[in-house]
């Protein structure tokens, strides 16, 4: 049977098919065209000449992750503990010392949860240690607001 190939924009054959083979240039993407074809394919379509091309090693599997499965969905597991949310800390901070800075802390405390369960243990431990710092700051907050919260309503009397 005859082939027909294009290499360089430049159309040779007819050829043999040991011929295709030894042709410089000759790889998977080349046009190749034979008796029979509705239209040109590339050589890796053909069985014929896909059989010439040289074998690409498979490649590597991929590593496997062991999944657990938690409320939540699914989370790579890693041997680290999940880092402390300091959420009750932070609520109390919020309704006894400083809103504003409370507030803060929820923020950071309710990110610590979902981060750990997308298997981003650095985002959470970091969001754990901004929410132990803005819990610590609203409770020195409180403390040093008190004495003068309570001087300010007895003034006002």
């Known amino acids: 049977m005859k082939y027909w190939i294009i290499i ?3 159309q ?6 040991s011929e295709v083979a030894s042709t410089p240039g000759f790889g998977p993407d080349t046009p190749v065209w034979r ?5 040109w394919t590339t050589a890796a379509h053909l069985p014929e000449t896909a059989a010439l091309l040289p074998q690409r090693p498979a490649p590597a599997p991929a590593p496997a992750v062991t999944y657990s499965y938690a ?3 699914p ?12 959420l009750v800390w932070a609520i109390l901070s919020t309704i006894c010392c400083c809103i504003p ?17 997308r298997g981003d243990y650095a985002g959470a431990k970091a969001a ?3 929410a132990c ?25």
Request: hydrophobic letters at 45%; proline letters at 11%.
């Open 35 to 39: 008796e029979g074809l509705p239209d």
């Open 75 to 86: 989370s790579p597991v890693t041997d680290e503990p999940m880092p402390s949310t300091y």
């Open 71 to 73: 409320p939540g969905g």
């Open 133 to 157: 710092w803005w819990v610590i700051i609203s409770f020195v907050a409180g403390l040093i607001w008190a004495p003068f919260s309570v001087l300010w309503s007895l003034l006002t009397m």
């Open 8 to 10: 360089n924009d430049m």
């Open 101 to 117: 800075t409370g507030i803060v802390a929820l923020i950071y405390a309710s990110k610590v949860s979902p981060l750990y369960s």
């Open 128 to 130: 754990s240690e901004k």
């Open 12 to 17: 040779l054959g007819p050829m043999e098919l």
